[in-house]
């Protein structure tokens, strides 16, 4: 795991003072922490578990940074001295998961009553989620959620000296702390908040009530960052937001997203730039023609379809049409003929018919997606969908689900198949995880590619000649020049 610490705070007059009192709480809850560990003989563990998208994966890194500071020895053991669930509840299935997950650790806890266990993220900004906490599972030591991430070490403390639960949720924030300590996953990646929240209100969608309103870091901040970042060995940044594409509305300064991703081009050191999620009804020709031009954004987009049926995109208040969406992907295929395209579908929301799916297989096969996450609608709480009361009948939707998979797979197998004989960039991600004389590493289309290597070439882009597409990934070997 790879650790920034950042010690010289630019980011707001407040957000300065927060950073200066949150490490002042660090120091207080390590004291506390080492000397429990000097009773115990042995350091005290953490493990942070992380739900749902890359926004918590990246806040995860944030409370690892903290935790660390704090004096716990990281650990990927789930039986630790303090346990934290980062939670996702974009569907009922992530929150499922989490009570199995709890309940199981709740009986740990049993036999271990010092062990604290936490849980932060998106389930934890809905009121009942919050009672349901507090009333069945009552061991649970920290309840905070999305906007308050940075106050780990300051709800740690105040846990600690009070010695029972602490629950401190907020409705919204209007500062940026991001100047504490992160530990990344991966030394050589790492994402980097460049928005937060979500204004779009797609009907089906909890994100907009648990993330908040969307604000946009200023553009000077972000690029700090990453230049920071790159000093500290990343090579590839993934710029996060919900909707990429509306970045910059409500800054003082005049910026859009493709001028942000202009001025991360210049970063010297970075080699790769990703981004996620980019939205369909903003996304402009200027963001097309910067990407056509650059050298360093990967040659994929990310781009949520959701449905391809006008009626029920209206439905899902996603601002565009099935043409709107065939068009804007002429476009970039015009100026970006190789393009990687991949995208989110969802299946059985409310009132869609047969015609309907047609639609959606319609629009799958036209564009040929590189890939696909499909989901099942579920019903959220609290979103204006969760009063649709026309849902398809389950038999439907999981004989639609199905076809789609297949739809799908038949199409991405066949586009994965034209790589082979091509020798291209990868970026090696690891050994791996089935055969350890094999490298594991991204290609600029988000693929995967193994390939027989050492650990030596880990973080850094090597040439790569695609000798088997498996699908979904591919086997190659390394081609060295000169
Ligand atoms: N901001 C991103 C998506 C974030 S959520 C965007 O607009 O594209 C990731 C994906 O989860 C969505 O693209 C959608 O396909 C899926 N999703 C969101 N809410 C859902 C729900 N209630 N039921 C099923 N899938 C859902
Ligand atoms: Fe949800 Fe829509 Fe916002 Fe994406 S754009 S997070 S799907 S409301
Ligand atoms: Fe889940 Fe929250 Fe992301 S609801 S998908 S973790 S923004």
Not at 69 to 78: D, P, S, V
Not at 226 to 254: C, F, H, P, W
Not at 441 to 454: A, E, I, Q, Y
Request: hydrophobic share 35%; charged share 30%.
């Amino acid at each position: 795991m790879s650790e920034t610490n950042i010690t010289k705070p630019n980011e707001g007059k407040e957000a300065v003072r927060e950073t200066e009192k949150q490490r002042e709480f660090m120091s207080l809850v390590k004291e506390m922490t080492l000397s429990t560990a000097k009773a115990k003989g042995r350091d005290l563990t953490a493990c942070v578990i992380t739900f749902g998208c890359q926004m918590n994966e990246r806040d995860s890194e944030k409370l690892k940074g903290i935790l660390t500071e704090c004096g716990y020895r990281l650990t990927e053991y789930e039986k630790a001295d303090l346990v934290l669930f980062n939670t996702c509840t974009v569907r009922e299935n992530a929150n499922d998961r989490l009570y199995g997950r709890l309940g199981a650790i709740g009986r740990v806890k049993r036999d271990n009553p010092d062990m604290i266990i936490g849980v932060c993220g998106c389930m934890t900004q809905e009121a009942d989620e919050v009672g349901k906490l507090q009333k069945s599972y009552p061991f649970v030591d920290l309840i905070f959620g999305t906007f308050n991430v940075y106050k780990l070490a300051e709800i740690l403390h105040s846990r600690l000296i009070s010695g029972s639960t602490v629950t401190d949720i907020w409705e919204s924030n209007d500062e940026f702390v991001e100047l504490l300590p992160t530990k990344r996953k991966y030394p050589f990646k790492s994402g980097v908040n460049i928005m937060y929240g979500c204004d779009n209100f797609c009907t089906y969608c909890i994100v907009p009530y648990v993330r908040g309103r969307e604000k946009s870091r200023a553009s000077d901040d972000i690029v700090r960052e990453i230049e920071r970042l790159t000093e500290d060995g990343v090579a590839e940044v993934m710029l996060l937001g919900q909707n990429v594409n509306s970045y910059g509305k409500g800054l003082v300064e005049d910026i859009d997203f493709a001028g942000l991703l202009k001025k991360v081009e210049d970063i010297d050191k970075l080699k790769r730039i990703r981004f996620m999620t980019s939205h369909p009804k903003d996304l402009s020709d200027a963001l097309i023609d910067v990407m056509a031009a650059s050298d360093k954004i990967c040659n994929h987009i990310h781009l949520p379809l959701q449905s391809g049926s006008t009626e029920i995109l209206k439905r899902m208040n996603r601002g565009y049409s099935k043409e709107d969406y065939l068009e804007l992907v002429r476009r970039i295929r015009e100026k970006m003929p190789n393009i990687s395209i991949t995208t989110d579908i969802i299946v059985g929301f409310p009132g869609e018919t047969k015609e309907d799916f047609e639609e959606t297989l319609d629009v799958v096969r036209q564009v040929g997606f590189d890939s696909a996450y499909t989901f099942i609608y579920s019903k959220r709480t609290g979103t204006p969908a969760a009063k649709f009361d026309d849902l398809p009948d389950k038999k439907d939707i999981d004989e639609r689900f199905n076809e789609l998979l297949a739809v799908i797979k038949e199409i991405s197998a066949k586009r994965a198949e034209k790589l082979v004989g091509e020798t291209l960039e990868v970026l090696a991600e690891g050994i791996d995880s089935h055969d350890d004389k094999l490298i594991t590493g991204r290609l600029s289309n988000n693929m995967l590619v193994h390939f027989p290597g050492t650990d030596k070439s880990i973080g850094k882009i090597v040439n790569v000649k695609i000798e088997e597409s498996k699908g979904f990934y591919y086997f190659g070997t390394e081609v060295k020049y000169g």
